[in-house]
């Protein structure tokens, strides 16, 4: 298997086609292990001990979020509850710009990738996920669903991350 930035991409779709594997969102489950916290320009993966609020952010197949922008302060860990709405998997996935863009492009080539960080939730349809993270970086970064087709689609919010 190659690591691209956080990602796993499966060898069988680099050697066999994508067509032969099988598709990785939704069919992998987050597991009870312990998050490997390792810190990102968006922030580190955070502790449900710390958190300071909780963020309801529903998605649908109208490939929007509600709501599509949100306020946090430097150091807030945030507790966010991902209600998938509609009848399609969507996914939640927390960082800048340019690596959303980048991840994007990828599932494009390679749908069938399989990734799992602690800034993702893939959640099916009519079903919730949650994200606990620290934003200890000021800046402005997005959540975005990036399933192909999705991201193109403008299913993409902001959060803006301000200093105390």
């Given amino acids: 298997m190659f690591k691209f930035s956080g990602i796993v991409l499966a060898c069988a779709a680099l050697l ?3 067509n032969n594997v ?3 969102h939704g069919e ?3 597991s009870s292990a312990p998050v490997v916290k390792e810190q990102t320009d968006w922030g580190i993966a955070g502790d449900a001990v710390n958190v300071a ?3 309801d952010v529903s998605m649908g197949d109208d490939m929007r979020f509600k709501p599509g922008r949100l306020a946090i302060k430097e150091g807030e860990t945030i507790r966010f ?3 998938n709405t509609g009848k399609l998997l969507h996914e939640f996935v927390i960082g800048t710009q340019a690596e959303n863009a980048k991840h994007a492009e990828l599932m494009l080539k390679f749908p069938g990738m ?3 960080e602690p800034y993702m939730a893939h959640v099916d349809a009519g079903q919730s996920g949650e994200i606990v993270w620290t ?3 000021v800046g402005e970064f997005e959540f975005a669903c990036l399933i192909a ?3 193109q689609a403008g299913m993409v919010g902001t959060i803006t991350v301000a200093a105390n």
Avoid: Q, S
Wanted: proline share 0%; glycine share 12%; hydrophobic share 35%.
């Fill in 81 to 83: 509850r991902v209600k």
């Fill in 16 to 18: 066999g086609g994508v």
């Fill in 149 to 151: 087709g999705h991201f």
């Fill in 28 to 30: 992998k489950k987050h």
């Fill in 53 to 55: 609020r909780t963020i």
């Fill in 114 to 116: 399989e990734h799992d």
């Fill in 22 to 24: 099988a598709l990785a």
């Fill in 135 to 137: 934003f200890n970086r």
